[in-house]
């Protein structure tokens, strides 16, 4: 029934069965175009109309015809090889192809998953570490165009803050223990990344809560003018500084547009120097909240101390 039926449409297109793609091509369109030419006769117009209906008909049939024969020596050569498993096989295959971004999208939230589950082991592992630790005496952040001496860069982790760690418990043993971040701001910001690293910087700012900044001259005008800083002008007995020494750094704020002193420049530190950070200029200030008020004096101290005036 079947075979009729395309024999009976290779009769319609005037073609024998083993016509090539190209003969069906040609022909059909060729009968196409004398069927619209009927179309448009006001005597055959009826006529055209039933032959084109005929005509796309016929073509129908070879085309479904073609495609299923191009399907079965696809799967033939595909899946041939399982032999009685073959069905199974192609259910199988047809089943990945359809669902492969669904099965995508899951493979991705599962290892989104994973991730978050051993970012959380990781970060109750490192709290479960420092609780074993003395509490940190003095959290010291290196916030703007700052990296490492070596040439390492503190983005994504890239250096490792514990010697300098180390170096400022070794230079104040009764600390036991400090705290160091180091926040790269670059100066002139112009990529996508450079963008996203401004946008860390007030996450950090934010987060971390340091007690003591280390900053280059752009971000120190940016806290100082925010009121992000204490004015170190009340404290210039314990810091062995006054606001007319050239080292102190003077700034107003957005509130007020008298002058004060903000920070102290510790760019000739040793102390400072010897810690392994890279920048062109070090002004150190205090956070305004800080909990730890004597300590960041102390640290801010002892740089002057062994810095001779510019």
């Not at 971040?181 to 007030?202: E, N, R, V």
């Not at 903000?262 to 800080?290: C, E, M, Q």
Request: no cysteine.
């Amino acid at each position: 029934m079947e075979n009729d039926k395309i024999k009976q449409a290779y009769a319609e297109l005037e073609l024998n069965e083993n016509a090539s793609k190209e003969e069906v091509e040609k022909k059909y369109d060729l009968l196409l175009r004398r069927a619209r030419t009927r179309q448009q006769s006001s005597g055959s117009a009826q006529e055209g109309q039933v032959i084109l209906e005929r005509i796309n008909a016929a073509y129908r049939i070879i085309q479904e015809q073609d495609t299923a024969q191009s399907k079965e020596a696809f799967n033939e050569q595909a899946y041939g090889k399982y032999k009685g498993m073959a069905g199974t096989a192609e259910k199988v295959d047809h089943f990945f192809s359809y669902y492969k971004f669904h099965l995508l999208g899951v493979i991705v939230l599962i290892a989104a998953i994973i991730y978050g589950i051993n970012t959380y082991v990781d970060n109750k592992r490192e709290q479960a570490e420092l609780a074993k630790l003395p509490p940190s005496a003095l959290a010291v952040s290196f916030f703007g165009e700052f990296f490492g001496a070596d040439g390492s860069s503190p983005v994504g982790g890239g250096m490792d803050l514990k010697p300098i760690e180390e170096k400022l418990v070794k230079r104040f043993p009764e600390w036991k223990r400090t705290t160091v971040h180091i926040t790269y701001i670059p100066g002139d910001p112009k990529s996508g990344q450079d963008m996203a690293l401004l946008q860390k910087s007030l996450i950090d700012l934010i987060s971390n809560k340091d007690d003591v900044y280390i900053l280059d001259r752009p971000n120190f005008e940016k806290l100082a003018r925010d009121n992000t800083l204490i004015d170190l002008g009340a404290h210039t007995g314990k810091l062995g500084i006054t606001a007319e020494d050239s080292r102190a750094v003077l700034f107003p704020t957005t509130e007020d547009p008298t002058e004060k002193m903000f920070g102290v420049d510790v760019s000739n530190s040793p102390l400072i120097k010897s810690l392994g950070v890279a920048g062109r200029t070090y002004i150190a200030a205090i956070r305004s909240d800080s909990k730890k008020l004597d300590n960041s004096l102390q640290l801010i101290q002892a740089a002057v101390s062994d810095t001779s005036a510019p």
